[in-house]
């Protein structure tokens, strides 16, 4: 079988925090070209940002590969937030509500894909996704001006 790997850069931020939001994500994988995501989510924290851009993510794969390729497919995410990173990866625990319930949301993600694995990096090694995040910021800004 053909190798199935997908990898995803995410990233979330907020100007203010909380203050707007926004979402970034590049997906890029075998058979397809890379697909860069910017998405504005109105006003929020940054931590609520990066886990609705891991959420965003996978919601995208798998509408993009369909369910039966999900299922066989491994992917690897690639997080500059080392918060979300340990909390996803089990080593830190979810205390807010609100975190609780969009960890909940990805961990039930988690079980369409063969497997999911979470790596923190730098974030100068994230800014393809940040530069979405801005660019949906920056376009929602200019929106309201």
Do not use: C
């Amino acid at each position: 079988m053909p190798d199935q790997t997908y990898i995803i850069y995410t990233d979330g931020g907020a100007r203010g925090n909380p203050g707007p939001a926004a979402i970034g994500v590049v997906v890029k994988g075998p058979g397809m070209e890379k697909k860069e995501y910017g998405q504005y989510i109105g006003e929020t924290t940054n931590n609520v940002a990066e886990y609705r851009a891991v959420a965003f993510a996978l919601h995208k794969l798998k509408q993009l590969i369909g369910s039966e390729k999900a299922k066989e497919s491994s992917v690897k995410m690639y997080i500059d937030s080392e918060l979300l990173v340990k909390q996803l990866n089990g080593e830190y625990k979810v205390k807010e509500a609100t975190l609780q319930e969009l960890f909940l949301e990805i961990w039930n993600l988690r079980l369409d894909f063969g497997s999911i694995a979470f790596s923190h990096i730098p974030r100068e090694s994230n800014s393809a996704a940040d530069r979405m995040v801005n660019w949906a910021l920056d376009r929602e800004e200019n929106r309201l001006v």
